[in-house]
């Protein structure tokens, strides 16, 4: 404060210093007169003097360098004329790169959903495939389960060993050929999804889009990233499952004890004479086919579940055509396969069957489809049926009561052939039951064991 007072008084005394009260005397036809200018009057003219000789300076400046002046607003101009034109020129660079980009995405996203259809059209194949090779054991545990049960709750019996492989995520631990088959879990569906929340894309739209391309390009890409990835787990899925299947089903065939399942197969791909072709194109020409080295292991997953499903569609048929399942719905068994002691004269002797007491009357189912080779009477057998099912499996029914086919006849699976009675050499009601493989009799409880693992119910 003291020191801006200080200023002030300075100011004063400079201008009391430098203008002090001044007269201007003039002298005119003998007079003398004089004006008075007062310190104001001074500083005013001093202002006005200052402001008029500055404007006539810069003035003069502009007219002596007028054309400098002009020339370094010329070059100003040119610079950010050449400025303006360079941005524009990276603008434009940067919008065709971008552009470039969305084309080359666009193509690379129109390839890759190319190649996802084609492998979802594949996959619809193979699970098509799956369907068909079951359909003929499923029908055979519904007609099972109506015996049982009666017709209308033949729909809620399944097999549990044999599950379908569209009903399937997880199941039992994968049995060995040499040990019996586990039962398995009821196994989640399979679904693909092409988003997590069902959105749809357009992809024109998205070309056009001038907002977060960027972002959602790589949305896009994450999306069907992961529908790849569903696709290929759910062709692990069901490599995995198909195999663990062909196991289980060579298992229950091994447990018959009579053939090897490998041996089986290749009998009855004889039995149906398969008719096959084609060119021979060897896998490296195969490989140049299928487009790369991910195409081409793709495709030999998916030539690898083929095969599995094929020959767990073979031995499916060949265990329909196998007698496993029991001729009777309710018995007690009352003599074994093998050495035994003679109900008649009590001397050991050898039991060619099994025989399963029942009440008069009761029906006897077919254990497999077939032909009857022989309807009538034998010896001690009584009244006998005798079906052939095919790949060296008959079986032979003793001691009815009714016989209800003929031979020659077709019989279905769980089909009605006859009536338990007490005839030829028979100390009461029963069923006398053999099954025989190429012309040698075998153990009927192996082949009804394994069919309780095909045949098994749930609930």
Known sequence: MHQRSGWADKFRNFLRHMYVERQIYIRSHGHVQFISLSPLTQTVFATIAFV?????????VNVVFKEQIIAAKDRRYVKMQSAYEERMAQLQSAYDELNGQLVITEERFLATTRQLEDKHKQLSALMSQRQTAGSQL????????????????????????LMRVDEASEGADIVPTSERPQKAAELDRFFIE???????????????????????????DTRLSRLDTAQQGLINNVEE???????????????????DPDDLLKRGSKARDDAQGGPFISLADADALAGGDDETAFQRQLFRVSQNLKKMADLEDSIARMPLAEPLVSYRKTSSYGARRDPFNGRMAFHSGEDMAASYGALIFAPGAGTVSYAGWKGGYGRVIEIDHGNGFRTRYGHLGKIDVKAGQKIAFREVIGKV???????????????WFDGIVRN??????????VFAKQG
């Not at 009601?429 to 099954?435: G, K, N, R």
Request: hydrophobic share 35%; charged share 20%; proline share 2%.
């Open 421 to 435: 009675g007490s005839s030829g050499r028979s100390s009461g009601p029963h069923l006398h039951y053999e099954v």
């Open 52 to 60: 008029f000789l500055s404007w006539i300076a810069f003035s003069s």
């Open 194 to 220: 092409a988003t997590d929340d069902g959105a749809v894309f357009d992809i024109a739209g998205l070309a056009g889009a001038e907002s977060n391309q960027n972002g959602t390009v790589s949305q896009i």
């Open 138 to 161: 499923d029908t055979m545990r519904r007609r099972y389960a109506a015996t049982l049960r009666g017709q209308g709750n033949a729909e809620s019996s399944s097999n549990t060993v």
């Open 241 to 259: 499952i198909t195999d663990r299947r062909v196991r289980e089903l060579k298992s229950i065939i091994a447990m018959t004890k009579v053939i």
């Open 444 to 453: 009927p409880s192996k082949f009804i064991e394994a069919g309780h693992y």
